[in-house]
C-alpha cells in the first residue's frame, strides 16, 4: 500500500517562510505528477502547485513567485518552499501523487493527511 506523508507545517509570521516535505513509501513502480493542494476553513481544496512527469511546474496565481515546488526522485519525495507567506496562505496543505503500483496495471492518485500552515498577521 502507498502512503503520503507530510511533514514541516507549523505556525509563522506573516513575510516568513516555512518548506513543507511529502515522503512516498509502499510497492511503488513510478510516481508521475506530484502537485500541492491546500484547504482553508469553509473553502474547498485548490490546487497550490503541480510538478509534471516531465519537470513542467504550475503554480496558483496567489502564490506565483513566493512558492517553489521540487522533488528528489531517488528519496520518493516532494517539496513546497513557501515564501513571503501571508495569513491567506493558512491552510491544511495536502500532498498528491499520480503513483503506478506494482502489481497494478493503473496509475492511483494518493493523497497524504495533510499539514497544518498557519500564518499569523
Known amino acids: 500500500q502507498v502512503q503520503l506523508v507530510e511533514s514541516g507545517g507549523g505556525l509563522v509570521q506573516a513575510g516568513g517562510s516555512l518548506r513543507l516535505s511529502c515522503a512516498a513509501s509502499?510497492?511503488?513502480?513510478?510516481?508521475?505528477?506530484w502537485a500541492w493542494y491546500r484547504q482553508a476553513p469553509g473553502k474547498q481544496r485548490e490546487l497550490v502547485a503541480q510538478?509534471?512527469?516531465?519537470?513542467?511546474?504550475n503554480f496558483a496565481d496567489s502564490v506565483k513567485g513566493r512558492f517553489i515546488i521540487s522533488s528528489d526522485n531517488a528519496k520518493r519525495a516532494l517539496y513546497l518552499q513557501m515564501n513571503s507567506l501571508k495569513s491567506e496562505d493558512t491552510a491544511v496543505y495536502y500532498c498528491?501523487?499520480?503513483?503506478?503500483?506494482?502489481?497494478?496495471?493503473?496509475?492511483?492518485?494518493?493523497w497524504g493527511q495533510g499539514t497544518q500552515v498557519t500564518v499569523s498577521r
Open positions: 509502499g510497492n511503488i513502480v513510478r510516481i508521475n505528477n
Open positions: 510538478l509534471t512527469g516531465g519537470g513542467s511546474t
Open positions: 498528491n501523487a499520480e503513483v503506478l503500483q506494482s502489481g497494478h496495471g493503473l496509475w492511483d492518485a494518493i
